[in-house]
């Protein structure tokens, strides 16, 4: 079996069970950081829940592709949270593992920060651009999905699929011509400031 090089406490290297630095076996050092492992892996899931709460806030155009690839983030690191336990059960060398699955916690506040600024602080007048309804879709929960399928005004784009919230969503239908209200956003993600009927 690969010998366990450093404390999984403390991270300092150690020749015998007992930490020099730390002063903890290694069974203590294992449930040392199991429990830390858990608490942060908390923080993290936590952080994940706020960046959905805070998407909605000032929904981004692209919002259900940017779902989907932190969606992609957020399940990789807790794959990558679970392969540190499963390495600090057997006592394996886990240090980098470790090291990258911390640095990653704070990555869902951050992005959840970025939109939050990207709207709050955008102090551009929005632009309307036309488009043509040609379905809509809404799932409920605790965080609600309204999205205008419209015809797109930018270039590639075949179809938008654009956040809107009740009020844009009730009185829109399928044929209709809108205007929807984009602002650039501070950090250039443009977002949707809603949605009127021409
Ligand atoms: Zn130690």
């Known amino acids: 079996m690969e010998r366990m090089t450093r404390c999984m406490n403390c991270g300092a290297e150690r020749e015998a069970d007992v930490c020099e630095s730390c002063g903890l076996g290694s069974t203590a050092a294992e449930f040392s950081l199991r429990r830390r492992l858990l608490n942060r892996t908390g923080m993290f899931v936590l952080g994940g829940l706020a960046f959905v709460v805070a998407s909605g806030r ?21 794959g990558l ?32 920060v970025l939109l939050l600024a990207n709207g709050a602080l955008d102090g551009a007048r929005p632009h309307a651009e036309r488009a043509r309804v ?3 879709f809404s799932m409920p929960g ?13 270039e590639n ?17 399928a044929g209709d011509t809108v205007d929807v209200n984009i602002k650039d ?14």
């Open 185 to 198: 956003g501070l950090v250039g993600i443009p977002w949707v400031t809603g949605v009127s009927r021409r």
């Open 142 to 154: 605790p965080v609600a999905t309204r999205r205008l399928v419209v015809t797109s005004w930018r």
């Open 134 to 136: 040609i379905g809509r």
């Open 81 to 112: 949270a679970i392969w540190v336990e499963r390495r600090a059960i057997r006592h394996r060398e886990l240090e980098a593992l470790k090291r990258i699955y911390f640095a990653l916690i704070p990555v869902p506040w951050l992005l959840a």
């Open 58 to 78: 000032y929904p981004a155009l692209d919002l259900d592709e940017i779902l989907i690839f932190i969606g992609v983030v957020f399940f990789l690191t807790l």
């Open 157 to 173: 784009g075949k179809l938008e699929r654009v956040p809107v919230d009740r009020v844009d969503f009730d009185r829109t239908f």
